[in-house]
């Protein structure tokens, strides 16, 4: 069994009520082989929400307590990523998972490379905050890229 990222399941968990389905992706799920999760809901934000972004630092960053998750409009949300990366590691936990196919670039889920905080859609290198706390788990952490 393995955790998926809600939204490439095609379930609307995405910021803006929408998803991100892969359909080869989804198939697992079909399958009875992956459970699908979304660490923003997990970590009580509202679906649709406004996007978030890291800023000055990475998701390893922010569980370090060293840098912030910020929404568009300003406001702090990093206590809600912790939370939702917090419970999306319970989850793991509590069905045994040691591999998970999280969506690229997202400040939860994304893996290699994450927004820079500015939301002009520049790329630095760093994990989302579930993507880090799951990497410091020993859960292996793949992408709908690779
Ligand atoms: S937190 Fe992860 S699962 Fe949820 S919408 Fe964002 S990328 Fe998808």
Redesign the pocket.
């Known amino acids: 069994m393995i955790l998926i990222?809600?939204?490439?399941c095609g379930i609307d968990?995405?910021?803006n009520g929408l998803?991100?389905l892969d359909e080869n992706i989804a198939g697992l799920v079909k399958k009875g082989l992956a459970i699908?999760?979304?660490?923003?809901?997990l970590g009580g934000l509202p679906t649709p929400r406004l996007p978030s972004e890291i800023v000055e630092g990475t998701g390893g960053d922010v569980l370090d307590g060293l840098a912030k998750v910020i929404n568009k409009e300003g406001e702090d949300v990093t206590e809600n990523f912790i939370r939702?990366a917090q419970q999306s590691l319970k989850l793991a936990n509590m069905y045994g998972i040691k591999t998970a196919i999280?969506?690229s670039k997202?400040?939860?889920?994304?893996y290699g490379e994450i927004y820079d905080g500015s939301f002009r859609r520049i790329l630095i290198k760093g994990n989302?905050v579930?993507a880090s706390l799951f990497d410091r788990n020993s859960i292996k952490v793949l992408t709908e890229k690779y």
């Open positions: 990222s809600a939204c490439l968990c995405k910021y998803n991100n699908p999760f979304c660490p923003e809901q939702g999280l969506k997202s400040p939860s889920c994304g989302g579930t």
